[in-house]
């Protein structure tokens, strides 16, 4: 099962992915974790994105489809693939079809999650993760069990950020309307379309996408 997470900045799709790896056991690929993590070693790729991801714009197409098409050839054939983040342009999205292929996988599912604008700023300015496991939580929406304390690994230690003010979020969202969205389309004409209610509770878009990987 190969399926990818669509929608703007602060959607749902990282907060989706992670439980699907749980329930699922499915792979989260995830071109923007892929980033971060090239940015704090300090990589050539690292070095290249860091600046464009603060600002908000869109990193080149061929360095996260070559971050995509490793981390494949990392996890082994049998493993479903989520793809959360990527593509992002047409240009990834003809890169993806290339590299699954080569790889003797397929698209079974877009799902695309839509969502409230407005709201999205709230959701994403608010939101933080555990600096150990990386577990995601929100001001507002989803807090610690025990406040300070990660409920997944017990770590005191979070982080917030950097791209997660509203400026660079604005940007974000103009880059998804201007590059992302015009993809639709392209898997519309494949059938491979479903669109799901961003903006309901997490545990029914969870319910929903399980729905749909289940047939
Ligand atoms: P990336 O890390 O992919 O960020 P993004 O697409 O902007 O998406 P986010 O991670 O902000 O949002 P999300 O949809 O995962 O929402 P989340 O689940 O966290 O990319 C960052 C940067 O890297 C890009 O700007 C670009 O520079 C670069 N980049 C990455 N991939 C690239 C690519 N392919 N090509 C070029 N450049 C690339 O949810 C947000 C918050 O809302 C959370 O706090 C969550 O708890 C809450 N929430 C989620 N669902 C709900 C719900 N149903 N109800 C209430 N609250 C909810």
Known sequence: MNIILLGPPGAGKGTQAQRLVERFGM??????????????????VGLQAKAVMERGELVSDEIVSALIGEELDAMGPSVGAIFDGYPRTAAQAESLDGI???????LDHVIELGVDEDALVERITGRYTCATCGKGYHDTFEQPKVAGVCDKCGGTEFKRR????????????AEYRAKTAPI????????????????????????????????
């Open 27 to 44: 792979r989260q690929l995830s071109t923007g974790d892929m980033l971060r993590a090239a940015v704090k070693a300090q990589t050539a």
């Open 100 to 106: 699954l292929a080569a790889r003797g996988r397929q």
């Open 162 to 173: 950097p791209d997660d003010n509203e400026a660079t979020v604005r940007t974000r969202m």
């Open 184 to 215: 639709l389309p392209l898997y519309e004409a494949r059938d491979l379309v479903k669109q799901i209610d961003g903006m309901a509770p997490m545990d029914d878009v969870t319910g929903k996408i399980a729905a749909i990987i289940k047939g």
